[in-house]
Nanobody, 123 residues
């Protein structure tokens, strides 16, 4: 079992920066814990993928809106993943969720979710 606790988020003006954090606890050993990702959901919209990082190896994947502006990274010793958001736009406004998958997760699926963090980008 894995628990995810998010921090960060808040209000930021367009063009500014923000960093989100997500700390995992529970079973996070490398034989079980596979990777973490970030998703977001705006009101009335479906949840969409933002970025993913494998826990071992560090392979990274970004959705098109995140490319060139957002950076996902991990700090294995702290079981923490970050999303550095630069050059934010009003359309980045959403609730951001971190997620994790283990060895039992279906391919490209996530088994654990954080509580969500609101990001509001003002114009």
């Amino acid at each position: 079992q894995v628990q995810l606790v998010q921090s960060g988020g808040g209000l930021v003006q367009a063009g500014g920066s923000l960093r989100l954090s997500c700390a995992a606890s529970g079973r996070t050993d490398s034989t079980y814990f596979m990777g973490m990702g970030w998703f977001r959901q705006a009101p009335g919209k479906e949840r969409e993928f933002v970025a993913h990082i494998n826990w071992s190896g560090g392979d990274i994947y970004y959705a098109d809106p995140a490319k060139g502006r957002f950076t996902i990274s991990r700090e294995n010793a702290k079981n923490t993943v970050y999303l550095q958001m630069n050059s934010v736009k009003p359309e980045d406004t959403a609730v951001y969720y971190c997620a994790a998958r283990d060895i039992f997760s279906d391919p490209d699926r996530y088994s654990y979710w954080g509580q969500g963090t609101q990001v509001i980008v003002s114009s």
